[in-house]
């Protein structure tokens, strides 16, 4: 390399060192709100700082954003309403198609709740907080961990948190759990359903069988349940591939063997329970008991007249499965195999005078004046 070249490499090396700490001093000495573009935003109003400095603040045209701990603006002033939910997270309010909609966005304005929402509310328990989200489309209701994770595969159609209970209810029925740091404890669920024009309601306190069993599962048993009802009054064998995957010859009807009966009405179901078994397999099941208001209509075999007997006989139906995907009804019966039917009044036996041996007999009851047959009374034919 000659002189004039190596010249030319140096003059060209100076420049480039001068133009870069040239940069570097502009830079340096550029504030971080100017370089952020915060010396744009108006801050009419400060209104609430998370744990770590980042403040939500309000602009002078009424709407929301979030500064960090620098005061360098991170979300963009364009929301009704903004609160912090920790994680980095925040509650916030916007119109949407002439609606304020709620849902949750980031600390960089990403949206991580849809804006379904009419109102997210939270709620503590246990030093721990969720969140109860109701839609706007049809008031359902979804509830949300401290993490914004649904704690339930199902919305409900009401919510409601009071002493450290979450009560919520849907269509099927009203369950309550306790809230506590771990997440939510299943305590109570009553269940309601309907077979045949009657009503009856199961109501689960085991904490056993609640740690086993969904709101939803305990549900479909309670539905499943009802279905066999129907068929063992009506006989109607479809009904059954509505709750079994299984043979249907383990599902009997109320009395299939007796002929005398001429027609089964159910009249209401009640005294309902659940509890664990241990199936034939040796696998774990649940059985439900219930008592079942039944009247008959039978031909007496004695006397041979139509009548009718009412009484209360106990069904029961056996499930295998412990959630949606599984869950199976494998039987079905009555314990009781024959109605309790009035057995007629023995005859009453002969007695006979122990003096002279003739037979007594059954003293008949007196009658009385008005007991007997109106007859004309004969009147003396008048004198001429």
Not at 257 to 284: F, P, Q
Not at 361 to 375: A, F
Request: include cysteine; aromatic fraction near 8%; hydrophobic fraction near 35%.
């Amino acid at each position: 390399m000659d002189k004039r070249t190596k010249l030319i490499a140096s003059l060209l090396f100076v420049v480039l060192v001068i133009l870069a700490a040239a940069v570097t001093r502009f830079y340096s000495s550029v504030p971080d709100e100017i370089s952020t573009g915060v010396n744009q935003t108006e801050v009419s109003k400060r209104l609430e700082t998370d744990s770590g400095g980042n403040m939500i603040f309000e602009n002078s045209s009424g709407l929301c954003g979030v500064l960090d701990s620098r005061e360098r603006l991170i979300v963009a002033p364009e929301w009704q309403k903004l609160s912090f939910a920790g994680n980095d997270t925040c509650i916030a309010s916007k119109q949407i198609g002439g609606k304020t909609l709620t849902g949750c966005i980031d600390y960089e304005g990403n949206i991580t709740v849809p804006f379904v929402y009419s109102s997210i509310n939270r709620h503590s328990a246990d030093s721990s907080d969720f969140y109860i989200a109701e839609a706007d489309a049809d008031g359902q209701s979804v509830i949300y961990d401290s993490q914004f994770r649904p704690m339930f595969r199902q919305s409900w159609t009401g919510a409601k948190f009071t002493d450290g209970k979450l009560i919520l209810v849907d269509a099927g029925g009203i369950f309550t759990y306790t809230m506590t740091e771990e997440g939510a404890i299943f305590d109570n669920a009553k269940i309601s359903g309907e077979t045949l024009g009657c009503n009856y309601t199961l109501e689960v306190n085991s904490r056993i069988l609640l740690q086993k069993l969904t709101s939803q599962v305990l549900e479909q048993i309670l539905r499943s349940s009802g279905v066999y009802l129907e068929f063992a009054f009506s006989g109607n064998e479809d009904l059954l591939s509505q709750i079994t995957t299984k043979s249907h010859t383990a599902f009997q009807q109320i009395f299939p063997e007796d002929h005398k009966i001429l027609d089964k009405s159910l009249k209401g179901v009640s005294d309902i329970a659940i509890y664990s078994v241990r199936l034939e397999d040796n696998t774990a099941g649940y059985t439900v008991s219930m008592k079942a208001d039944t009247e008959l209509t039978y031909s007496d075999e004695f006397d041979g007249k139509t009548k009718k007997l009412r009484d209360k006989y106990t069904a029961k139906v056996t499930f295998t499965g412990s959630n949606m995907n599984t869950l199976t009804a494998v039987s079905g019966s009555f314990v009781e195999t024959q109605p309790r039917y009035p057995q007629p009044e023995p005859e009453p036996e002969p007695m006979y005078d122990p003096v002279t041996g003739e037979l007594i007999l059954p003293i008949q009851p007196e009658t009385s004046p008005q007991d007997l047959p109106d007859t004309e009374t004969p009147t003396a034919p008048a004198e001429e």
